[in-house]
């Protein structure tokens, strides 16, 4: 059978168990809209209950739940977070209650259309919903014209990047959420400066075949119901507790197609993904690309203990080059011991995380990855003890205000494996942290909301890297486990692979941005970025990178 027919079959088993009452809002949150940043304050503060990050997206009826909850439980805000929360709360809560008045370009008349545009009213270009508001159809223009520029001693770069397409999205019955998203895009400019950017980088129309145009799209049908949740297709989806970086799904990998299962229960929430990866591209002759099969499941189990922890355990593997395994299909299987029962052929990972709960205004967090290990060589530098060990704080204790900081280090080798195809990389981008093997990562970050209009963030990145030996010709001449393409090779490398040996490339990043929305669904944004760049082999380089542009989702 196929993936599709798969995931078609587990969606109409789960819906089957469906119990009667259902609540619309199906459909899902994208992982980058900005109330996930406003929930994970309150729930820092400790003013909102039961909202993890740690499995991104969330279902558009959960995040009007805990507005709600918001709504009963909130005491000692600040004036911008209350305009945030009411902002928030027409977005979602009206919508759910029908008490919403967006401003809808279809629906309005002409003389009234400028107005409307340039008011606090959410926006559609169309919309439809049942009597009983079980049942939803909601349409966006979507569309962004961004500037960016690169400054550097070698030389200075410019590129603009336009981007127009449209969203749909709603529930069927209260049961069924349904969205798509597509969008079709050009660049003006220096082409280099814009395959620096990973999304344009990794859309095969631009980047592969030097087209000028580029197009992306997600597309996810789902199933609801009062306990859990099930979905088929492809979205952006975040996992790990990291704030700069997730160490099991970040958004450093483009999305891609998965069947996912959540379920809940009280303190306790599991989560399961099987999804289908892009290994590495083979031109075939006559110049027809190839991808061999590539795949990817993970687990997770999440609980809230006593009301002071939170503890997650996961397991991911990555198997490839035949079909669907079907005890990877399986939610509750344990994926290290049926990786060993199938020959020891796959790339297994399993993790624990933990953070604090009911800490005022303070949140410690952490999180342990074994991608192998051996207790008998922990402390020697064993390559084969391959771990990322994230840690980190986040503050709410100033008005309006989040800081953040965090460590993170990536063993040697972390994500690469013996086997070609079983690396953990989906279209040559590594699924987890944007770092390389053998490397780690300082951060530090504070984000101000000026108003909940406007908000401002400084970042800092320190960043080390031991880099492997070449040859002239690219060819690896000492292997110290800092690319995730290039396993241990047992007659050529050492089996003992300290921690940041090699040659050492050290990057200073010091980032501004900004976000200010000042009428609804349009959106101003802007960046500033200066990386100083310290490499014993390429020398030491500076850049300036500044972009700033227009989005609107109408």
Known sequence: MTFLRYGILLIVFCVALLPRQAAAQAEHVPVDHPVYQFLNRMHVRGTVEGYSRSSLPLERKQVTGLLRLLDSSATGLSGVERDL???FRDEFVAEADGTQQPAVLFETPPAELPAATLSDREKF?????SDDRQSSFYMELLGSLEYRTRLA????ANVTVGQIGGRFRGTLGGIFGYQLAATNGTTAGNRSLALTDPQLRRSFTYGKLDNPFFDFAEAVVSGTWAWGSASLGKEKRLS???????AVLSTNAQPFDALTLSLHAGDVRF???????LSELEMLEG?????DAKYIATHRLEADLFGALRLGVFESVIYSGRQIDLAYLNPVNFYKSAEHAGGDRDNPLLGFELSSLGIGGLELYGSWLLDDVDFSRIGDSWWGNKFVFQAGATSTHIVNTDFTVEYTRINPYVYTHRLEGNQYTHNRDVLGLEIPPNSDELYASVRHWLSAELWVELEYRHRRHGRNELDAEGNVIVNHGGDVYESLDYVRDSDIAPFLDGPRDTVDLLTLLLRWEPWRNIIFAGQYRYRDRR??????????YISFGMWIEY
């Open 271 to 277: 989560s399961f993904l099987h999804g289908s990866l």
């Open 287 to 291: 110049g027809r690309p190839y991808y």
């Open 535 to 544: 490499s014993e082999i390429d020398g030491d380089r500076a850049d300036h």
């Open 125 to 129: 270009l169309y919309r439809w919903r």
């Open 153 to 156: 001693e070698d030389g200075d």
């Open 85 to 87: 929360q009411a902002r």
């Open 240 to 246: 790990g507790t990291g704030h700069s970086n997730r």
